[in-house]
């Protein structure tokens, strides 16, 4: 969560700078990067797509994923480990709470499914199948909902020249006005045509790339705690000491 808002906040604030000296640092001109109807066409070609592309579960869950990955810490396995370190050292009732402190909502959950197994007494067979299809169905929804986040970085430099030829339009048929309103209409288009592309590839390359790029990381990052989960339920159910279960466990850490 810390490197996301300093990487929102220094690149506003950076391009803000670039802004203000590229206009002398006159305040007043810095409305002229600000242009309702591109960026109107711009983030309305990309909603519209989006909602005709897609399924609304989908869409709801990715833009679910996309607010976690601005405000969520990073998964802690150590946390995990930690936990099942303990659990491991006494008997497993079936309201034993599970609370990490880097806790993961999808994490926390599987383990305590796996407990909950563990308290039935569920073969260790079919446990580890049970648990391998989830981490499956798990990361292909992780997936599916960064790849909508991904195609909406794509689709936004597109509307951005959308926005560019309306503009282009807008200056061509200015020229039928009188002397004294053509420079308007003319300086009215060309804004609108610079800044839809603008607009177009800040939003994809600034708030939908990158966050894309994290709810993937994180995808990746729950697989193996979801992996670590079901190595440890699977300790659990054969009663392995716990040395042996920190020392197993610990070896996931080198693909985090």
């Known amino acids: 969560m810390k490197s996301t808002v300093i990487g929102i906040v220094v690149g506003f604030l950076l391009l803000g700078i670039a802004i203000l000296w590229s206009i002398g640092f006159q305040f007043g001109r810095f409305v002229w990067f600000f242009d309702p109807k591109a960026l109107l066409i711009v983030l309305g070609g990309i909603v519209c797509t989006t909602f005709i592309a897609y399924p609304h579960n989908k869409i709801s869950g990715a ?3 996309y607010v976690k990955a601005l ?12 936990e099942i370190e303990t659990l491991s050292t006494g008997e497993i009732e079936e309201d034993s709470q599970v609370n990490p402190d880097g806790a993961d909502e999808i994490g926390e ?3 305590s499914d ?16 049970v648990m391998t299809e989830r981490i499956k169905n798990t990361l292909h ?29 807008m200056m061509m048929r200015s020229l039928d006005s009188d002397d004294a309103e053509l420079m308007t209409s003319l300086g009215t288009g060309m804004g609108t045509a610079l ?7 800040l939003l994809s390359n600034f ?44 070896a996931f850490l080198a693909f985090k």
């Open 109 to 111: 959950a599987f383990l």
């Open 207 to 250: 708030l939908f790339t990158p966050v894309a790029i994290k709810i993937e990381t994180r995808a990746a990052q729950r697989v193996v705690l979801m992996n670590i989960i079901m190595e440890g339920i699977t300790l659990l159910i054969h009663e392995t000491p716990t040395e042996i279960v920190r020392d197993k466990l610990q």
């Open 141 to 169: 929804n992780d997936m599916a909902e960064a790849k909508v986040i991904r195609n909406m970085a794509k689709i936004a430099p597109a509307f951005g020249v959308l926005g560019t030829l309306l503009g282009l339009v």
């Open 63 to 65: 833009f679910g994923s």
């Open 114 to 129: 796996g407990l909950r197994m563990v308290v039935n007494k569920h073969p260790a067979d079919e446990v580890r199948r």
């Open 71 to 82: 405000t969520r810490n990073e998964i802690s396995l150590e946390d995990y480990i930690q």
């Open 195 to 201: 800044l839809s592309i603008f607009y177009g590839v």
